[in-house]
């Protein structure tokens, strides 16, 4: 039973640790896309008001890169939240399991 407390124990801090990388992501990915959305409209005005097509171009550039980065995050946290369903239905069996060994201790 021990052993299974201690795995039990184990799967909880696993758990909480993708929680927190879950969370950190989505944070990110927010700021990154507000980010993004700010940094293009600005340089698109200003571009636009001096009717410069290089800066334009730039502006697009600048707004892809940023959306890329939105995308990786979007990505990750979709990697950590199926890492997080995981280890939820381990922690799950776990439990389970260690509620049988001690019903029948």
């Not at 334009?56 to 890329?68: F, G, I, T």
Request: charged share 35%; proline share 0%; aromatic share 2%.
């Amino acid at each position: 039973v021990e052993a299974h407390e201690e795995k039990l124990k184990h799967l909880e801090e696993n758990n909480k640790s993708l929680q927190a990388q879950l969370s950190k992501a989505m944070e990110e990915s927010y700021a990154l896309a507000s980010k993004a959305e700010a940094l293009s409209s600005s340089a698109s005005n200003v571009a636009g008001n001096k009717g410069d097509s290089a800066a334009v171009k730039a502006a697009e550039l600048e707004k892809n890169k940023w959306r890329d980065a939105h995308e990786q995050v979007l990505a990750e946290r979709e990697v950590v939240a199926r890492k997080l369903q995981d280890a939820e239905t381990a922690l799950g069996a776990a439990e389970a399991f260690t509620e049988r060994n001690i019903k029948e201790a």
